[in-house]
């Protein structure tokens, strides 16, 4: 048997040998192919906060831009050092970025929410600026840039609030955009956009709240009757201190004062309503002459304003936004989690080596 085994030619022997290096070679080639098309594992998500957010190549000087992501995209989370993190969008495109440009899902709701509820507040008036205008998703020059008012665009102004910031205190209004989208923008920079005839008549105060109070023809033209709410300047924890309406006359084709008081100190909302007689009723808090604080209720009728009723309260109407959570990535604090993420930046290196 041994010396019949020892007649068959060498290939015989070496035959099995080839078709294990074979298997082997096509055993590698598919693990490579696996390893190709396996997307690196996520260790969080985050969502753009602000208006656009660029993904760089890498962390450094001019690095370039691998991809931008837009206003409320997810972004899956791959890497983190320090406050930057490596994002991938669900195309696949992945670079480094800012991560308190990264909202949570929590606080990407409570932004949505924020719209909605400002929405369906009563509007004081519409505003235009005169130069791009960013709006911020809370009442801080360091908060991401939601969206940026454009020269010859209007905003429906629904709120204020003064904020003190590294020493200084700065007005800032919520401003409500198409869409139920809502953001805080600096006050000085808005202009109110009522008609410049009677704008001019403001004399260097600031106009925070204007409403038109139904119209008048005089010939061709309709003119309106307007209620306006005053700040001599800003910086006050109130929203104006004077309040006059100004009445078309037919007989001297202009503007005249109908009613006007002052030294108020009152607070967003202004409520107008028109009556079903006829006439406007306009209703606010505020306190006169350093009273007490109370609801006063007016009613313009037959091209005159009287009280209506005053009624104590305790405190200016509440005007809280739904509350923000710190802008920050959601970070992973489980076991499993800290080992992918060194795994993942292990892979990383070795890759750019």
Known sequence: ????????????????????????????????????????????????????????????????????????????????????????RASGESGWTDGDLLFSR???????????????????????????????????????????IQEGQSVDVVAHKLIAENGLSEDWSLVVLPGEVAGWVLTRRLVMNIPDEVAQYAEGRRIMAYFPLGEVRDGQHSRHHWLWATLNRLGRPYEFDSLRLFAWSLRRKRYETAFLVRNLRGYYPIEVTPEPAGGYRFSLVASEKDGPLMRITYLWQTQRVRVLSRVPVEAPPPLEPPRLAPASAPAETSLLSRWRQFLAERLARRKRQ
């Open 1 to 88: 048997m041994t010396a019949a085994l020892g007649k068959l030619p060498l290939e015989t022997y070496r035959l099995p040998m080839r078709r294990r290096e074979s298997l082997q070679c096509l055993a590698c080639l598919l693990l490579a192919g696996c390893r190709h098309n396996q997307r690196e594992p996520a260790i969080g998500e985050g969502f753009v906060a602000a208006v656009s957010l660029n993904l760089y190549r890498d962390l450094g000087p001019n690095e370039p831009v691998a991809a931008v992501a837009a206003h409320g995209e997810r972004l899956e989370i791959l890497a983190r050092r320090r406050k930057f993190v490596r994002a991938r």
């Open 106 to 148: 929590e606080q990407m709701e409570e932004l949505r929410l924020l719209g909605r509820w400002a929405a369906g507040l009563p509007v004081q008036g519409r505003a235009s600026v005169l130069a791009p205008l960013n709006v911020h998703t809370s009442p801080s020059r360091s908060a991401p840039n939601l969206a940026q």
